[in-house]
C-alpha cells in the first residue's frame, strides 16, 4: 500500500465533517493535484469524548460513498504504540507509531556499536542535495545519535512487526512521529533515524519530527 506524494489529514472528534472536508479536496483535485485524504484520530481523542476506531472507519467510507470519491483514502491510527494499537487494526490501514517517549532510552552497547560500524562510510563530509552545506559526520555524532534514537528506532521496529503479523505486510502505510517533545531533530539526526528505520526493515512512508528551526 502507497500514500500518494500528496496527502492531508482530516477528521474530527465528533464525526460530522467528513463529507465537508472530503469535497474540499475533491475541488483541490479539480485544479490538478491528487491529494489523498487521510482520517486521523489518536487514541487520546477516543478517550476525550468516548467513540472508537471503528468510527473513523464509518465516517470515511460514508463520506466517500456520499461523494463517490475515487482516489485513494485512509484511516489513520494516531498516535499508537503497543499499548493501545489492538483496537485500531481491524479498522485502520495507515499507523502513525509514536515512539517520541522511546528517544533517549538506554541501547545495548552491542546494538550501538553495530550501528557506528554501518555507517562507517559516511564518516567526513557528506553532501545531501537540497542542503547547501556539507554535514560534518564524526563518530561522536553517531553515538550521540544512537544514544538518542536507537531505542526509538527499535521500538517502531516492534510496533510495525506486530502490525505486520496482524495485518500482513504491504496492507497498511507505516508512518513514525517523534514530534510530542521538546527538543527537535535536527536534519543529520534525521537523516541517520531514517537509516536506523531502514536497518530495522521498516518501511515508513512519512516521518513526523519535531520541526527544526534555523531562524
Same mark, same amino acid.
Given at each position: 500500500? #502507497?500514500? +500518494?506524494?500528496?496527502? %492531508? &489529514?482530516?477528521?474530527?472528534?465528533?464525526?460530522?465533517? &467528513?463529507?465537508?472536508? %472530503?469535497?474540499?479536496?475533491?475541488?483541490?483535485?479539480?485544479?490538478?493535484?491528487?491529494?489523498?485524504?487521510?482520517?486521523?484520530?489518536?487514541?487520546? +481523542?477516543?478517550?476525550?469524548?468516548?467513540?472508537?476506531?471503528?468510527?473513523?472507519?464509518?465516517?470515511?467510507?460514508?463520506?466517500v460513498e456520499t461523494l463517490?470519491? #475515487?482516489?485513494?483514502?485512509?484511516?489513520?491510527?494516531?498516535?499508537?504504540?503497543?499499548?493501545?494499537?489492538?483496537?485500531?487494526?481491524?479498522?485502520?490501514?495507515?499507523?502513525?507509531?509514536?515512539?517520541?517517549?522511546?528517544?533517549?532510552?538506554?541501547?545495548?552497547?552491542?546494538?550501538?556499536?553495530?550501528?557506528?560500524?554501518?555507517?562507517?562510510?559516511?564518516? /567526513?563530509?557528506?553532501?545531501?542535495? /537540497?542542503?547547501?552545506?556539507?554535514?560534518?559526520?564524526?563518530?561522536?555524532?553517531?553515538?550521540?545519535?544512537?544514544? #538518542?534514537?536507537?531505542?526509538?528506532?527499535?521500538?517502531?521496529?516492534?510496533?510495525?512487526?506486530?502490525?505486520?503479523?496482524?495485518?500482513?505486510?504491504?496492507?497498511?502505510?507505516?508512518?513514525?512521529?517523534?514530534?510530542?517533545?521538546?527538543?527537535p531533530q535536527t536534519p543529520?539526526?534525521?537523516?541517520?533515524?531514517?537509516?536506523?528505520?531502514?536497518?530495522?526493515?521498516?518501511?515508513?512512508?512519512?516521518?513526523?519530527?519535531?520541526?527544526?528551526?534555523?531562524?
Open positions: 500500500m #502507497k500514500l +500518494e506524494k500528496f496527502s %492531508l &489529514g482530516i477528521g474530527d472528534r465528533f464525526s460530522h465533517q &467528513g463529507v465537508a472536508q %472530503l469535497r474540499a479536496i475533491e475541488k483541490a483535485n479539480k485544479h490538478g493535484l491528487n491529494i489523498s485524504p487521510v482520517w486521523n484520530k489518536s487514541n487520546r +481523542e477516543h478517550t476525550y469524548v468516548h467513540s472508537k476506531p471503528v468510527d473513523v472507519r464509518k465516517e470515511a467510507d460514508s463520506a463517490g470519491f #475515487k482516489g485513494k483514502y485512509f484511516v489513520d491510527a494516531d498516535h499508537i504504540n503497543l499499548g493501545n494499537v489492538a483496537p485500531f487494526v481491524e479498522s485502520s490501514n495507515f499507523f502513525t507509531l509514536d515512539v517520541a517517549s522511546f528517544i533517549g532510552k538506554e541501547s545495548s552497547k552491542e546494538d550501538v556499536l553495530f550501528f557506528i560500524d554501518s555507517c562507517e562510510k559516511y564518516l /567526513g563530509k557528506l553532501k545531501v542535495p /537540497g542542503i547547501e552545506q556539507p554535514l560534518v559526520v564524526t563518530k561522536e555524532l553517531l553515538e550521540r545519535i544512537a544514544g #538518542k534514537f536507537l531505542a526509538a528506532t527499535q521500538q517502531a521496529a516492534d510496533i510495525y512487526d506486530f502490525l505486520k503479523a496482524a495485518k500482513g505486510e504491504g496492507n497498511f502505510v507505516t508512518e513514525v512521529s517523534m514530534d510530542e517533545v521538546e527538543s543529520i539526526d534525521l537523516l541517520f533515524i531514517l537509516k536506523m528505520l531502514a536497518d530495522k526493515r521498516v518501511p515508513v512512508q512519512t516521518i513526523a519530527p519535531k520541526i527544526y528551526r534555523t531562524f
